[in-house]
């Protein structure tokens, strides 16, 4: 696994790749030498490396950066791969975008534009990342929560499920990148279905629950 990006999501998520049994590969812009530390905690299966030789590495990368930073996610290494896009636009963080603003387009098919031969999935960016680190569980277990996904690549999103499944969550097909925003910043699945951030350990949350949350989303 590779990550672009290095904040609350993207350690997270490496924490539970890492104990999934996964290798990572963390990157961030300031330069590999201010994640030593993390790559330390995290043991012997985690590394740090520049944002490209995190792309390359990867058989599936983790793109978590602001929006306004997607100029900047290098393209080349990651042409044919598996990209889970976890961001979320926010002006007052990312500046207006146009295209986003007037709804468009959805964040991810604005990055699928700096990255036009990845394989692009929508993931992750809708759990508040305390919630993701909590409510894991094993598969078969009772109480496992679900995750929506959006692509428009079925190899992918089978890959990105498979990854899913493993540190401990099921997914919900919510469509095609541009139904991405069915999942966005604001939307009814989006943060409330896991219960509020002052619960740090979340509440588990079912299929039909996150596909109704999906359903009554509006534009």
């Keep these: 696994m590779g990550f672009i990006g290095s904040g609350s999501i993207g350690k997270t998520l490496a924490r539970l790749a890492v104990r999934a049994g996964h290798q990572v590969v963390l990157s961030n812009s300031r330069g590999p030498e201010t994640l030593v530390d993390t790559a330390e905690e995290l043991g012997p299966q985690a590394s740090a490396a520049t944002s490209e030789e ?30 889970i896009d976890t961001c979320n636009y926010g002006p007052e963080r990312d500046g207006h975008i ?14 699928l534009r700096y990255i036009p031969d990845a394989m692009l999935v929508k993931a992750f960016n809708n759990i508040f990342y305390k919630h993701l680190l909590s409510l894991a569980r ?3 277990a009772a109480d496992r929560s679900y995750l929506p996904i959006a692509g428009d690549s079925a190899p992918a999103k089978a890959a990105v499920t498979e990854f899913i499944d493993s540190i401990g969550y099921s997914v919900v097909d919510a469509g095609t990148l541009a139904d991405s925003w069915r999942q966005a910043t604001g939307t009814p699945v989006w943060g409330t279905p896991y219960g509020p951030f002052s619960n740090e350990k979340g509440q588990p949350v079912g299929e039909d629950a996150i596909r109704a949350a999906l359903a009554t989303a509006t534009r």
Excluded: M, N, Q, R
């Design 138 to 140: 094993p598969a078969g």
């Design 54 to 83: 995190a792309a390359a590495a990867g058989d599936i990368v983790v793109v978590t950066v602001p929006v306004s930073a997607f100029p900047h996610v290098p393209a080349a290494p990651l042409a044919g791969k598996t990209v």
């Design 98 to 111: 146009p295209e986003l603003d007037s709804k468009s387009l959805t964040s991810s098919e604005l990055l």
